[in-house]
């Protein structure tokens, strides 16, 4: 996806159609284990130096507003579109300067929006249910059926699938008949189902702005630590762009950056080739370094799919045509680990 084809702006609503990209997501690639990384290369992403960049599909789809699952906004649309996905990113305004409608303010509380946004969901998901409960019902006892498969009808269209709804249920233990169920019963089911179906990264973003300790604090005390990561977008682009110039030497999600000057001083009298830095862009450099990359320890741009990964529990495995030379290409090819593939633990 271009960059020059996107609208990048605060105003409300600026994604109308979803849009596709692709990401990346790094792991570490079987080639370093067997010290045949020179051998490495893959059909799809890269590697370099043992790190693979597996390629993953994202959405962007439209903003939310409270009330979407009543339709406000764009609500429907935007609910209807995260079915297609697997685990959700909800990047968060850590620094308080965006309200719930996507209005430029100061002081608002962003951990507001994660609560609403689930909950939006949940209401989603919810009332598309309830609106057929009593038809439901009375299918589930002429058939004879089990809750798992009763569910399962009514939940395929959001991607999901048996096993699913009966880990849901297991970790709930309901022993009542589906057909006894009350509000609160269905609320806690869907509540279940859509902490199964939807496991949500919460990048909190815009961390190196002077608001964003006090929100940082706050939202990390309400939430499950495992699903929050620490994000500075404008960072990142920031050291890809200078990197793709040749001012920096720069490895996507790294902690570290290098200038011309910090490559002679490591003993490289060319500074990697790099181009000179204007005084203005040495202390961008700095204040970057010393606000982002050396308290959090990386942008947090690339760690965001890795914590989508880590929650969907994906494992990359590397099949081969060969078990002895790794070999996976054609007859007589002595590439290796040309594929890489995300599987469930």
Request: hydrophobic share 40%.
């Amino acid at each position: 996806m271009a960059a020059e084809s996107l609208r990048l702006t605060t105003t409300i609503f600026t994604t109308i159609d979803p849009q596709r990209a692709i990401g990346y997501l790094q792991v570490s690639c079987a080639c370093a284990r067997f010290n045949v990384s020179d051998r490495c290369k893959p059909n799809y992403g890269a590697c370099q130096d043992g790190k693979r960049s597996v390629p993953i599909e994202l959405l962007d789809v439209a903003g939310l507003v409270p009330g979407a699952h009543e339709g406000k906004g764009l609500g429907n649309k935007f609910l209807d579109d995260l079915r297609h996905a697997d685990a959700l990113v909800h990047v968060v305004d850590v620094s308080g300067t965006t309200d719930a409608e996507g209005k430029v303010t100061r002081g608002y509380d962003p951990s507001q929006d994660i609560v609403w946004l689930r909950s939006e969901i949940v209401r989603w998901i919810q009332g598309n249910l309830m609106q057929k409960w009593g038809s439901i019902k009375r299918r589930h006892v002429a058939i004879k059926s089990t809750a798992v498969d009763t569910l399962q009808t009514q939940f395929s269209g959001y991607g999901s699938t048996s096993t699913v709804v009966a880990r849901c249920l297991d970790h709930l233990g309901l022993k009542e008949p589906l057909e006894h169920w009350s509000d609160e019963t269905i609320q806690s089911v869907v509540n279940a189902f859509t902490d199964e179906k939807f496991p949500t990264v919460i990048a909190l973003n815009k961390i190196d702005h002077p608001d964003a300790d006090k929100n940082i604090s706050k939202i990390a005390k309400q939430q499950d630590p495992k699903t929050i990561v620490l994000a500075s977008a404008i960072s990142e682009v920031f050291l890809r762009k200078l990197a793709k110039q040749g001012f920096i030497k720069y490895n996507e999600g790294d902690e570290f950056v290098d200038t011309k000057q910090d490559l002679i001083d490591m003993g490289d009298p060319d500074g990697g080739g790099l181009k000179d830095l204007d005084e203005k862009l040495t202390t961008r450099i700095e204040n970057l370094r010393d606000m982002v990359l050396f308290r959090f320890g990386s942008t947090g741009v690339v760690q965001v799919l890795s914590r989508a990964a880590e929650l969907l529990g994906l494992v990359p495995v590397f099949p081969v045509r060969n078990v002895n030379t790794f070999a996976s290409g054609t007859a007589g090819s002595n590439v290796v680990f040309r594929d890489c593939v995300l599987v469930k633990k």
